[in-house]
């Protein structure tokens, strides 16, 4: 029992003089730290280039919150049926490669093949209107224009129109003749790729730019309406015709 207190009092001991040794150390070690009194040479930034680089889209870190309005709600709505889509033909997969490819480039090529539609229905339905009257009126179109004013003789043209009733192909042909007429006179310069309103301008005579303007607009309302002219409707067209052409 005596043994182990001289133990304990000579472990106490080393351990103090261990400690004491290690605080002396960090002593001298303190005495020995240097501090750097240097000139600092403190960098200045300039002001306008921090500006130009602020303007930098690279460097724009604000989140730009679209409108909520009926064009973004419809566009929101329509990308989403897009990526829908897409996902389904692709199953969930990643479109890499040519595939990525072609998927990029869809919906430019269905907005071409929609132009390129509208194109075709337009070039293939008559700008008269033609396409949706019946077989008959489709005799005249606007390529035989001037065919007919330059070679045929129309008088015979209007007189088998009525011979057939049809009396709006009838007004058709007193319209060319009326045209035809003025082009003899070289009161319009009549070409095929005109409109009416251009031979408007044209005659100089007031009284007959007058009269042709009112022709002008019984001809598009009966060539142009899609509905059945009657007889007696007719009669006061023809007599229209006939009293400015007799001018002529």
């Known amino acids: ?3 182990s207190f001289y133990i304990v009092i000579l472990f106490f001991c080393v351990f103090s003089f261990s400690l004491k040794a290690e605080i002396l150390d960090s002593t001298q070690v303190s005495k020995d730290i240097r501090y750097d009194d240097s000139v600092i040479s403190v960098q200045q930034f300039n002001a306008q280039t921090l500006e130009n680089i602020k303007l930098e889209e690279a ?6 919150i679209p409108p909520d309005n009926l064009w973004t709600r419809f566009k929101t709505w329509l990308d989403d049926l897009w990526d ?3 996902n389904w033909i ?10 990525g490819l072609i998927v990029r480039a869809l919906p430019y090529l269905l907005l071409l093949g929609v132009l390129a539609l509208l194109v075709w229905l337009f070039l293939k339905i008559d700008m008269g209107g033609s396409g949706l009257k019946n077989g008959s009126l489709n005799k005249v179109i606007l390529t035989d224009e001037q065919q ?7 008088q015979e043209l209007i007189d088998d129109a009525l011979l057939q009733k049809n009396y709006q192909l009838a007004v058709r042909y007193y319209y060319l003749l009326l045209l035809q007429k003025l082009a003899n006179k070289d009161i ?3 070409q095929v790729q005109k409109t ?6 044209e005659i100089k005579n007031k009284e007959l730019r007058i009269e042709f303007t009112k022709l002008t607009r019984i001809y598009d309302f009966i060539w142009y309406g899609n ?5 007696s409707a007719f009669n006061k067209a023809e007599q229209e015709f006939k009293k400015t052409t007799a001018t002529l």
Not at 59 to 64: A, D, G, M, P
Not at 227 to 231: G, L
């Open 1 to 3: 029992m005596q043994n």
């Open 90 to 99: 692709l199953q969930g997969n990643e479109a890499t490669g040519l595939l």
């Open 227 to 231: 509905f059945e002219v009657s007889e």
């Open 188 to 190: 319009i310069d009549w």
């Open 59 to 64: 460097f724009n870190y604000e989140e730009l």
């Open 84 to 86: 829908t889509f897409i």
């Open 196 to 201: 009416n309103a251009d031979y408007v301008y």
């Open 148 to 154: 007919i004013i330059e070679t045929q003789n129309i």
